[in-house]
Nanobody, 121 residues
Framework: VQLQASGGGLVQPGGSLRLSCAVS????????MGWYRQAPGKQREWVAG???????PYADSVKGRFTISRDNAKNTVYLQMNSLKPEDTAVYYC????????????????WGQGTQVTVSS
């Protein structure tokens, strides 16, 4: 299973970016998907998630500014980031809890390679 994240870049404060993460490989089903981020010198923190049923919890720091969504037909998760702040600067990592076969006992978390988001004037 491979996850390919894209969409990062440099944006001014108040701007927007949309991250994408496509899952490929041996996939029977995908349960939860989501995003973490890691700023320089800080621990990785959870940002947002989306369950297979469509529930979308968010970290307090991004609630009301970020929107997570998924396209099950494309095995892709998105993170729309609006009203970006300098403190949102980080490497963003996507994850997916993938069940690889019908016989598998459960899902296993796979990670993307990370995409840099820099918010600066």
């Amino acid at each position: 299973v491979q996850l390919q994240a894209s969409g990062g870049g440099l944006v001014q404060p108040g701007g927007s970016l949309r991250l994408s993460c496509a899952v490929s490989g041996s996939i029977f089903s995908i349960n939860g998907m989501g995003w973490y981020r890691q700023a320089p010198g800080k621990q990785r923190e959870w940002v947002a998630g989306i369950t297979s049923a469509g529930s979308t919890p968010y970290a307090d720091s991004v609630k009301g500014r970020f929107t997570i969504s998924r396209d099950n037909a494309k095995n892709t998760v998105y993170l729309q980031m609006n009203s970006l702040k300098p403190e949102d600067t980080a490497v963003y990592y996507c994850y997916a809890d993938v069940r690889t076969t019908a016989q598998a006992m459960g899902s296993k978390r796979a990670w993307g390679q990370g995409t840099q988001v820099t918010v600066s004037s």
